[in-house]
């Protein structure tokens, strides 16, 4: 083996080795390692010493690995620097491992902690009237969809579509490519009675690996799961009356639960590996339940917009505690007597890969960014179409309200000295990039860029960049 090829894959030692092996050797040996809460022993990252710093690569954390037998000129090298052996005890990786493969190490490790922020320049890049009626759902993929009926969502991979008329109709059709131009074709029509069943609230659909579940569910309080591959209901839950009307509901990532919300407030979560109901949450001044949505990072939270004060709240489905709230309403932040009309009806979460953030919007026509790891850096993306927000200052502020760490929208001052123009401008004022009517939905799209796509209840669409 070549001396480079030697000193990469851990050979000779470095200056820097050596000089960790002398600060090791001042250092007591009965060293212990921190305990976590729960009693066990953990490793910390690579890269970040016990207090939370950044620490130089000779320091980084390792764990216990077979090393390869050292040849008689490495064993001489290290035998001659003082404190070796209690290093090499301490630290055996260390020793080993050349200062090229630690720093890749902690470079793999600062990307995966720090995770792409994602902003919005509020810039319209699209504006889509094709829409005679309200647009009530949208789903997005490599391309959009955009459809006027009560809900719609993709199938099989992305390679059907399903959607739910007003009139209880299922209609799953695959989307097939062609040279010419892409069509759709007819593969399951499923007929729900809205006499006996109720009137469809909410799509939604996710394998299991032997089976394709489209999830619905009714004004009457079914949740019934579809298998696409058999054409039969896979299962068939039954909420309770006295919660009030299912208004919206959301499935685990891992297909473990489905939590549905209702008109009057409550919050019931579904072990649908037991078909059983395990918990019961309730809004505390009974806010009905626009929409929800799973938490970007944490599993068991899910996210709920309800009615009035423009109201985003975070459960706890485990412990039952309402750990966040998003706030964009002028009365005071978690009210339960001055309760602004305005309400979000759309709700989008981050995926996994991006530092963590929620969009909204609704019936102010506003979309708010609000950004979960950095919370002043949370934004509007765009206002109304009658807004004048030129000369008006926002703020996101973040303090602890009864246990609930509150996300407010604060306006400030407005801009002092404003710009006058002493001549008027050349053509025609341009037209306002903003919503008219209630904003009913929301995405984002993964390709090419992070574009937001709004959709709105006079069959508006438009494109944010």
């Known amino acids: 083996m070549n001396p480079e090829w030697h000193h990469m894959f851990g050979g000779a030692e470095s200056a820097a080795v050596a000089l960790v092996m002398a600060r090791?050797?001042?250092?007591?040996?009965?060293?212990?390692?921190?305990?976590?809460?729960?009693g066990k022993t953990y490793s910390l990252p690579h890269g970040v010493d016990n207090k939370g710093e950044p620490t130089p690569l000779s320091q980084t954390g390792t764990q216990p690995a077979t090393l390869p037998r050292m040849d008689s000129s490495s064993q001489s090298k290290k035998q001659s620097v003082p404190g070796s052996q209690e290093f090499a005890a301490l630290n055996p990786l260390q020793t080993r491992y050349a200062m090229c493969k630690l720093e890749l190490r902690n470079l793999v490790h600062h990307k995966e902690i720090k995770a792409p922020r994602v902003a919005s320049k509020g810039l319209l890049v699209a504006h889509l009237h094709e829409h005679k009626a309200a647009i009530n759902r949208l789903q997005t993929d490599i391309q959009q969809i955009r459809l006027e009926d009560e809900s719609v969502g993709f199938c099989q991979g992305s390679s059907s579509i399903a959607c739910v008329s007003d009139e209880g109709t299922i209609d799953v059709f695959r989307i097939e490519q062609s040279s010419q131009q892409p069509s759709a074709r007819l593969l399951y029509p499923k007929k729900v009675d809205p006499h006996e069943e109720?009137?469809?609230?909410?799509?939604?659909?996710?394998?299991?690996?032997?089976?394709?579940?489209?999830?619905?569910?009714?004004?009457?309080?079914?949740?019934?799961g579809w298998d696409l591959r058999s054409s039969k209901l896979a299962w068939k839950l039954e909420n309770d009356p006295s919660h009030g009307v299912i208004t919206s509901f959301v499935v685990d990532p891992c297909h473990s639960w489905l939590t549905v919300g209702t008109?009057?407030?409550?919050?019931?979560?579904?072990?649908?590996?037991?078909?059983?109901?395990?918990t019961n949450l309730s809004h505390p001044r009974g806010a009905r339940v626009r929409r929800l949505a799973t938490h970007p990072t944490e599993q068991s939270w899910v996210v709920s917009a309800v009615q009035g004060n423009n109201e985003v709240t975070v459960w706890d489905l485990e412990t039952g505690a309402r750990r966040q709230a998003l706030w964009a309403s002028h009365t005071p932040p978690l009210s339960q007597t001055q309760v602004s009309p305005h309400a979000v009806h759309a709700l989008c979460t981050s995926?996994?890969?991006?530092?963590?953030?929620?969009l909204t919007a609704g019936s102010d026509r506003r979309i708010r960014l609000w950004d979960l790891a950095y919370p002043e850096h949370s934004q509007m993306v765009a206002g109304a179409a009658t807004d004048n927000l030129n000369n008006v200052v926002l703020q996101y502020k973040s303090r602890l309200i009864d246990g609930t760490d509150v996300l407010q929208e604060v306006y400030c001052k407005s801009r002092q000295g404003g710009i006058h123009e002493d001549f008027p401008r050349r053509g025609p004022d341009h037209p306002p990039v903003g919503h008219h009517e209630c904003i009913n939905d929301i995405a984002v799209t993964k390709l090419p860029q992070n574009y937001i796509i709004?959709?709105?209840?006079?069959?508006?669409?438009?494109?944010?960049k």
Request: proline share 6%; hydrophobic share 40%; aromatic share 8%.
């Open 24 to 38: 090791r050797e001042s250092m007591p040996v009965n060293v212990h390692r921190p305990k976590s809460p729960l």
């Open 454 to 464: 709004s959709a709105g209840r006079d069959g508006v669409v438009k494109i944010w």
């Open 263 to 278: 008109s009057a407030g409550m919050l019931i979560c579904w072990d649908l590996r037991f078909q059983l109901p395990i």
């Open 198 to 224: 109720g009137t469809i609230v909410e799509l939604a659909q996710f394998e299991t690996g032997s089976q394709s579940v489209l999830t619905y569910a009714t004004s009457h309080g079914l949740i019934c």
């Open 351 to 358: 995926r996994q890969d991006v530092s963590p953030f929620i």
